[in-house]
């Protein structure tokens, strides 16, 4: 079967098919293997993703390591929304940064804010701020 074929072309949508793969595992479902590998491989190896990646996915590298990981988050009543929960917000950072971009919303008053000052107002902006520290 080729797996790759099914996996979409944006890194958002492959986030989100992890996220997805990895709740259905969580909550009784099952998981492709080789799927999430190659989805896990891809994001791993970007340098500006891999941070943002949850912790369990950097470590875990197939679904019997994801699901040792699962039954720890909850076990007994209330575990699949548990679950589902930790995952989502585990994924959270990832997917945010991926719809939103490299921008975060402080970004275009920061720099009109900055675009005010010339090189002695910053000179000296840092300088006090130096000093308080």
């Not at 989502?88 to 920061?110: C, I, M, Q, R, T």
């Amino acid at each position: 079967m080729d797996y790759d074929a099914d996996i979409p072309e944006s890194t958002f949508e492959k986030a989100l098919m992890m996220q997805n793969m990895i709740t259905a595992l969580g909550t009784g479902g099952i998981m492709s293997d080789p799927r999430y590998q190659l989805i896990r491989t891809e994001l791993i190896s970007d340098p500006e993703i891999k941070p943002l990646l949850p912790s369990f996915v950097r470590t875990c590298r197939d679904s019997d390591s994801l699901w040792a990981y699962m039954k720890s988050v909850h076990e007994g009543n209330g575990a699949y929304a548990a679950r589902r929960q930790h995952v989502n917000g585990a994924f959270s950072p990832l997917l945010e940064h991926l719809e939103v971009g490299k921008s975060v919303p402080s970004d275009s008053d920061v720099s009109a804010v900055l675009s005010r000052f010339d090189g002695e107002g910053v000179q000296a902006a840092w300088a006090k701020a130096l000093k308080r520290r």
